[in-house]
T-cell receptor, first 110, second 113 residues
Framework: SQQGEEDPQALSIQEGENATMNCSYK?????LQWYRQNSGRGLVHLIL?????REKHSGRLRVTLDTSKKSSSLLITASRAADTASYFC??????????FGKGTTLSVSS | NAGVMQNPRHLVRRRGQEARLRCSPM?????VYWYRQLPEEGLKFMVY????????ESGMPKERFSAEFPKEGPSILRIQQVVRGDSAAYFC???????????FGPGTRLLVL
């Protein structure tokens, strides 16, 4: 079964708006990572947040982690058309495999 | 520092043939992971290897699939007697250590006719 579940499955916004994606997981984790995938391409690593961290920033990205609720959110501020992609959260349980959700498809229109 | 390299990028095979997918990890990374992605799905873990050792192959089908990471050279994911259901994108990732960021290659898209 999927460990991470992203919500919403699809999100359409205008350039300049903020985009928020959520991820829920089921078991204890060591860390949680967010990746971006453009259509037909490989995955680009965005942010890794460890279980003892609550928030991390990277440029226009802000990730939060709530281990009590087993959830994480990815906020993209001032979105651009180039942000159009699928976004995946991935958790590690035993330090080996990453468990991916099905992703959120973000569409940013100009 | 070159990223994770995978080749070929696209591979077409007929049913019953063998597919060999190669992955060269980032320089300094000794941990390699293989994942499979079906259309409109997230990635599913297949196998985790360190140099010359398979550490976790819990996600790999028991038959027809094998993986290796020799002391010299790239990691190889081998699929024997391919079937149409093997058509997918296969991604390799590497990391410098456990519980560190996994960096992904561009993937190999396998099409079985």
């Amino acid at each position: 079964s999927q460990q991470g579940e992203e919500d919403p499955q699809a999100l359409s916004i205008q350039e300049g708006e903020n985009a928020t994606m959520n991820c829920s997981y089921k078991t204890s984790i060591n860390n949680l990572q967010w990746y971006r995938q453009n259509s037909g391409r490989g995955l680009v690593h965005l942010i890794l947040i460890r279980s003892n961290e609550r928030e991390k920033h990277s440029g226009r990205l802000r990730v939060t982690l709530d281990t009590s609720k087993k959830s994480s959110s990815l906020l993209i501020t001032a979105s651009r058309a180039a942000d159009t992609a699928s976004y995946f959260c991935a958790t590690d349980q035993a330090g080996t495999a990453l468990i991916f959700g099905k992703g959120t498809t973000l569409s940013v229109s100009s | 520092n070159a990223g994770v390299m995978q080749n070929p990028r696209h591979l077409v095979r007929r049913r019953g043939q063998e597919a060999r997918l190669r992955c060269s990890p980032m320089k300094g990374h000794s941990h390699v992971y293989w994942y499979r992605q079906l259309p409109e799905e997230g990635l599913k873990f297949m196998v985790y290897l360190q140099k010359e050792n398979i550490i976790d192959e819990s996600g790999m089908p028991k038959e027809r699939f094998s993986a290796e990471f020799p002391k010299e050279g790239p990691s190889i994911l081998r699929i024997q007697q391919v079937v149409r259901g093997d058509s997918a994108a296969y991604f390799c990732a590497s990391s410098p250590d456990l519980q560190e960021t996994q960096y992904f290659g561009p993937g190999t898209r396998l099409l079985v006719l």
